[in-house]
């Protein structure tokens, strides 16, 4: 755009939270821990003490609230992404939160890391890097061994079992789960740490992040009686398994059905599907979504993905103050990343690429805001874009799953290792 506007200062050192808001931030952790009857369980977990790493699997806003209470009475220092500051940047920032752009390599990030750790306090990280769509764990990055050898402190995982069932991402009501469930566990500890390589690290890691909220549900026997509980569940199963067709699921009360064959499927109270009529291929929502991505694979071996070129309005977040509307353009996801171009109110053409390499997933919002309705969310180092299609048929899914498959496939090419769960 003509007019420079000011960027987000990424290079502001992480401080200590304020010691007057850190009681705040118990106050408001403590009331939905309580209302979810949350059960925290410890392992290896004796004497634990900061300074350490805290890795946390991401479902709901609720994880916020568990990590506050499961490293009670200690503060922590958290990673947040951009948009989580609109508004509120002075405050985040003296709570201890540090700002990071989705799926870019940030050096500074690693700095700050370490400046964290160098204070004594805890380093709090979300590595999905974004809430997962269907309560299942999502890719992890290959760089998080490193990571933990060059912190040299104690890594631990925080594993929390519910939060998708209560509010899942595609539908963001309370359904009042309880008890919800979280497991805290030192996978290393310093002294341990230095003996084991990135490589075994990581497999660590990723075998701590297996869950599955809806096998949980199901074992746990817990029932979800809100009559929307299907609403928005067509967001993430985007293609009919009955006749293949895409972008013509929907979703009204308990059900989700096929706008094309007009076959529909009911949601149980424990979050089990069922065909209204004939056979029921998925009764497990993870095991439908799996499929979704077998086919997206299958178009990226062929060669043959493509969103099409898809119209999009693009808004712009270059710092916490508000979005600022970049203007209307055109968005095409295929074989060679994302690019985006357009004309900006002023008249300037604008332009983001994302090229395979660069992007091993991407972060995707449903009807974010209330506003413009899905967006895919793309990031550099300066500036976040959401980017919204409209008047076509498209699900930013498949874009999601295809981002991963894609990068697995240039990976493979390049005779990179591709390692189950790791980016």
Not at 69 to 85: L, Q
Not at 153 to 181: K, Q
Request: charge should be neutral.
């Amino acid at each position: 755009m003509k007019k420079e506007v000011l960027r987000f200062d990424m290079k502001k050192p992480p401080v200590k939270t304020k010691w007057f808001l850190q009681p705040l931030e118990w106050i408001l952790s403590w009331p939905a821990t309580i209302q979810h009857r949350t059960i925290i369980r410890k392992y290896r977990a004796e004497g634990l003490k900061p300074p350490y790493l805290l890795l946390c699997s991401h479902n709901a806003f609720m994880d916020f609230k568990v990590a506050t209470k499961a490293i009670f009475p200690y503060r922590a220092n958290y990673v947040v992404a951009i948009d989580g500051f609109i508004g509120r940047e002075q405050l985040l920032r003296d709570i201890g939160c540090i700002c990071k752009r989705k799926f870019t390599n940030d050096v500074t990030l690693i700095k700050h890391l370490r400046q964290v750790i160098k204070n004594g306090n805890i380093a709090v990280i979300y590595p999905e890097a974004r809430y997962s769509l269907c309560g299942t764990t999502a890719v992890l990055p290959a760089s998080l061994g490193k990571l933990c050898r060059l912190l040299g402190v104690p890594v631990v995982t925080l594993i929390c079992h519910g939060h998708h069932i209560n509010s899942p991402f595609w539908n963001l009501h309370d359904r009042g789960v309880a008890p919800t469930e979280a497991d805290l566990t030192v996978l290393y500890t310093a002294e341990e740490l230095k003996n084991a390589d990135p490589d075994e690290i990581n497999k660590k890691i990723v075998d701590a992040f297996q869950y599955d909220d809806y096998a949980w549900q199901k074992e746990k026997n817990i029932r979800v009686t809100y009559s929307g509980r299907a609403e928005g569940l067509h967001k993430v199963l985007y293609q009919c398994p009955a006749c293949g067709t895409e972008f013509r699921m929907s979703s009204k009360g308990t059900k989700i059905f096929c706008g094309s064959c007009g076959k529909s499927w009911t949601m149980s109270e424990c979050g089990e599907l069922s065909a209204d009529e004939g056979q029921t291929e998925f009764s497990h929502i993870p095991d439908w979504y799996e499929w979704e991505r077998d086919n997206v694979r299958r178009e990226v071996e062929a060669g043959t993905y493509s969103s099409g070129k898809l119209p999009v309005r693009v808004d712009s977040l270059p710092n916490a103050k508000k979005f600022i509307s970049l203007g209307e353009g055109f968005m095409t996801h295929d074989m060679n990343g994302f690019t985006v171009t357009g004309t900006d109110p002023d008249g300037d053409p604008f332009e983001m690429v994302k090229p395979v390499p660069s992007l091993y997933s991407c972060h995707i919002e449903y009807e974010y805001l209330g506003k413009y309705g899905d967006c895919v969310d793309l990031n550099t180092l300066e500036d976040t874009w959401y980017v919204y299609p409209h008047d076509c048929e498209f699900s930013v899914t498949k874009m999601a799953l295809a981002t991963e498959e894609l990068h697995y496939a240039y990976r493979r090419a390049e005779g990179m290792p591709c390692k189950k769960g790791l980016a």
